[in-house]
């Protein structure tokens, strides 16, 4: 049964579908049997795997409307262990938020998530900017969510309000759910200020809710996007695909700790 990682913040633009897509493509490079769920109407994590565009008329979008079944949009990616469900092409309508409203959203994308996961070692959720509907939905499905925050002063504020919607969650809907870690992206040693914030951070949050590996800035990325291949694939010995390799690392022994743990206490209780 594969672990499922929200990847969430309420900031825009801090790096969550590069940290996902980067992430996705480390695990598969890994062996990791791996899946990426966009739930962004930006329909980006597609066109960072190199999905083509007729690949990305539909997904889990149509899903939800009950347009499309879930095995009719899971495609392939160069990777051979690595799977992606796009967003689709539409995009957050009265017609959607009303379906959603009636048909209760949350239990279905967990459904779906659950139908896939037993086939997965993991399943990674791209989710929108900010902490609407869909992202509330994608952490009531998940085991566990990663925050990417840039090392910038304002971060720091938000990030206190993303851990109080996670505690939320967490009492109302989805008592297990944990922190696979706050993730520092675009770190850029050169700037005080990226490592004033890091120091920060490090000494605010417990070791294990914060990631030792930060991802370095690297202007290379929007090229490699561009043409649909992760820095991974594209160039493995960049230090910027390195830092997502340590982290990937991290992030899988995580989940074998985690699994290990679940497996002696299941026996424990026989
Ligand atoms: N480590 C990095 N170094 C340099 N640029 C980066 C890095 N990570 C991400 N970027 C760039 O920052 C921009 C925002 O990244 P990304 O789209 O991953 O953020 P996001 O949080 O998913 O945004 P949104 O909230 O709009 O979904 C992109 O142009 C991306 O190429
Ligand atoms: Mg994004």
């Known amino acids: 049964m594969g672990k499922v990682i929200a990847i969430a913040s309420q900031k825009g633009g801090v790096g969550k579908t590069t940290t996902t897509v980067n992430i996705a493509a480390s695990l598969a490079t890994l062996r990791q049997r791996t899946l990426v769920i966009d739930l962004d109407e930006q329909n980006a994590v597609g066109f960072g795997l190199g999905l083509s565009r007729q690949q990305m008329e539909s997904g889990i979008y149509d899903v939800f409307l009950g347009r499309k079944k879930l095995r009719d949009i899971i495609h392939s990616t160069p990777l051979p262990t690595l799977k ?39 399943v990674l959720i791209d989710c929108p900017p900010g902490m609407g509907d869909l992202t509330i939905y994608a952490l009531s499905a998940c085991d566990s969510v990663l925050v990417p925050m840039q090392p910038e002063p304002l971060s720091l504020k938000t990030l206190t309000q993303i851990l109080k919607i996670i505690r939320k969650v967490r009492r109302n809907v989805n008592p297990d759910l944990i922190m696979e870690g706050l993730l520092l992206t675009m770190y850029d040693e050169n700037y005080r200020i990226s490592r004033e914030v890091a120091k920060q951070v490090w000494a605010t949050f417990p070791e294990e809710v914060v990631f030792r590996n930060v991802i370095p800035r690297c202007e290379e990325f929007s090229s490699a996007f561009a043409i649909g291949r992760p820095i991974i694939m594209q160039d493995p010995n960049a230090e910027v695909a390195q830092a997502y390799l340590r982290l990937t690392q991290e992030i899988i022994k995580k989940a074998k700790m985690e699994a290990g743990k679940a497996e002696a206490a299941s026996a424990d209780t026989a």
């Open 84 to 122: 992606v469900i796009p967003y689709g092409k539409g995009t957050l309508t009265d017609e959607f938020e009303r379906f959603v409203r009636q048909k209760g959203s949350a239990p279905l994308l967990r459904k779906y998530v659950d139908a896939v996961r037993k086939s997965c070692d993991f």
